[in-house]
């Protein structure tokens, strides 16, 4: 069963348990992933977090999300709180052991095989920048409008948005339909 990856579909799940022997209940953690089969849409687990996970729930999928973008090489456009980012690199660097040793005792059973590219013929396809986003984001950062926009009481996401709206509309200035387009591409 072939697995095709899904971005943006890791999470935290939650799951209770029971202990054969003495019939206590506990629960355990996992980060699990959505992936797509020939039979379907499919969970995964990719760790398991334990039983002293204690990350309030309303940060579980800020770490989600910071340890697959360490996994997968991408850069958020807004930074996760410290402790985020010290859990989601620690998770990550385990999950990358795990799948280092699993990748070579595969290659013990498996010879290489190499193809020939050429590589004028490579065309991109929905290409996206970084470059700017993060000149514009540092930017806000550097002159305190994130910090305003937090004294004006306005909540997380809504300081996300305000600071997306900014970073569109210095990159790409345009009407409010072709900047809500530009942020969804």
């Known amino acids: 069963m072939k697995a095709l990856y899904c971005p943006a579909s890791m999470f935290i799940r939650r799951l209770q348990h029971t202990n054969r022997k003495n019939r ?3 629960a355990t953690s996992k980060l699990a992933d959505s992936i797509r089969t020939e039979r379907g849409p499919r969970q995964r687990v990719v ?5 002293d996970f204690d990350l309030p729930k309303d940060k579980r999928k800020d770490l989600a999300n910071c340890i697959e973008g360490i996994l997968t090489g991408q850069s958020s456009l807004f ?3 410290k ?3 010290t859990l989601g690199s620690r998770y990550a660097r385990r999950i990358i052991r795990m799948q ?3 990748v070579t005792s595969e290659r013990e059973a498996v010879s290489a095989d ?3 590219v050429d590589l004028t013929s490579i065309e991109d396809e929905e290409v996206r920048t970084v470059g700017p986003e993060y000149v514009v984001y540092d930017t806000i950062k550097e ?3 994130d910090r305003k926009l937090k004294e004006l009481e306005l909540k997380r996401d809504q300081v996300a948005a305000s600071c997306g709206l900014i970073a569109a509309r210095m990159i790409a200035p345009g009407s409010e339909r072709s900047t809500h387009h530009w942020l969804r591409t």
């Open 24 to 26: 206590k209940a506990y």
């Open 47 to 51: 760790l398991n977090l334990g039983v």
């Open 79 to 81: 930074a996760y709180p």
């Open 83 to 85: 402790e985020i980012r």
């Open 100 to 102: 280092a040793s699993a």
């Open 114 to 116: 190499y193809a020939t």
């Open 143 to 145: 002159l305190g409008l």
